[in-house]
């Protein structure tokens, strides 16, 4: 079924006709190693490609850094849900 939407969407963008089995099988491979930890009430994530940062969205914005870091931000914003 995701080759017959990368077939539409290729004719979308180009106005090109591929066939479906053109469109090589894409596997989604699922994280192995991905650490998270619940914070108040916030889902702080490890980022799996930068060893030692963390990442969390707060009010739709991506906040990245240190564990410590991220949970003094919390802190002092006092982000509570």
Known sequence: ?????????????????????EFERQTFRTPQNRNSEVYKGYQIMSDEKQPGLWYILVRGQLLKGSLPRIKQYIDHHSIGR
């Open 1 to 21: 079924m995701l080759a017959v939407k990368q077939c539409i969407d290729w004719w979308c963008d180009t106005n090109i006709f591929r066939h479906p089995s």
